[in-house]
């Protein structure tokens, strides 16, 4: 499956964003979906994951409480909305599937396919 990744932008320091992730070429609804970010000089980090039902999500600490992962199987479609977002998510967001329904990953070598990231840029 390819992913394309896009949404990102420029935005102000408590300023939103809503990142969308759209599938080619199979369909993704039977796997957990994930979200991951890398900023320049840092490895590439966990952000979220949702289950293929939707019933599962999972955020990073520091995420957790503004970000919202959610997921169109209808479509293919998944999402992140982003709100009262700082400089420090400022990054590359990527997209990735996973092979399993549900297992919890958070570790990027866990999913399989990626899309090409879109850059996200939070400034003070």
């Known amino acids: 499956v390819q992913l394309q990744a896009s949404g990102g932008g420029l935005v102000q320091a408590g300023g939103s964003l809503r990142l969308s992730c759209a599938a080619f070429?199979?369909?993704?609804?039977?796997?957990?979906m994930g979200w991951f970010r890398q900023a320049p000089g840092k490895e590439r980090e966990f952000v979220s994951a949702?289950?293929?039902?939707?019933?599962?999500?999972d955020y990073a600490d520091s995420v957790k409480g503004r970000f919202t992962i959610s997921k169109d199987n209808d479509v293919d479609a998944l999402y992140l909305q982003m709100n009262n977002l700082e400089p420090d998510d400022t990054a590359v967001y990527y997209c990735?599937?996973?092979?399993?329904?549900?297992?919890?990953?958070?570790?990027?070598?866990?999913?399989?396919?990626w899309g090409q990231g879109t850059q996200v840029t939070v400034s003070s």
């Open positions: 949702i289950s293929w039902h939707g019933g599962n999500t």
């Open positions: 070429g199979r369909t993704f609804s039977s796997y957990s």
């Open positions: 990735a599937t996973d092979l399993v329904n549900w297992a919890g990953h958070r570790r990027a070598n866990e999913y399989a396919s």
